[in-house]
């Protein structure tokens, strides 16, 4: 009894549950999105994927982040400056102590320092975190 509590409470977490506001209107609590846009040093952007694609990926995973998407824009010049992806947590403060272990997992810093021996990939990131609206496809 006290696995199956357990794992509705989990599920529960994780896809969204329902509460009151003060004015006794239902609400829905959905997962928090966190939006990055990353600006790679001149000539790095492909280094910057690269260390997505071979070792951040499974890092943000194994530290319970949730992969949305990655994307690039659509002008040449931008692709070379700026990527762009999407995570997803259960809530805020999962998201932060999910980067706070990723940052220092000894996988994580050993990739970075690796793609690093020729210079520094990134030279600014842009976090936002989002709540969807009610309308919203995904939640």
Not at 19 to 45: I, S
Not at 67 to 94: C, H, N, R
Request: overall charge positive.
């Amino acid at each position: 009894m006290k696995l199956a509590k357990i794992a509705i409470v989990l599920v529960t977490a994780w896809a969204g549950f329902t509460v009151c506001d003060a004015q006794g209107e239902k609400k829905v609590e959905t997962r928090v999105f966190e939006m990055r846009t990353y600006y790679a040093h001149p000539g790095r952007m492909k280094a910057l994927h690269e260390r997505f694609r071979n070792h951040t990926c499974k890092l943000f995973e194994k530290h319970g982040m949730t992969l949305i998407g990655f994307w690039s824009p659509t002008d040449e010049k931008q692709a070379e400056e700026k990527m762009v992806y999407i995570l997803a947590y259960p809530s805020k403060a999962a998201a932060d102590k999910s980067w706070a272990a990723f940052r220092a997992d000894p996988d994580w810093i050993k990739a970075r320092d690796a793609s690093e021996k020729d210079g520094k990939i990134v030279l600014k990131v842009e976090s936002v975190y989002l709540n969807p609206t009610d309308y919203s496809a995904i939640k």
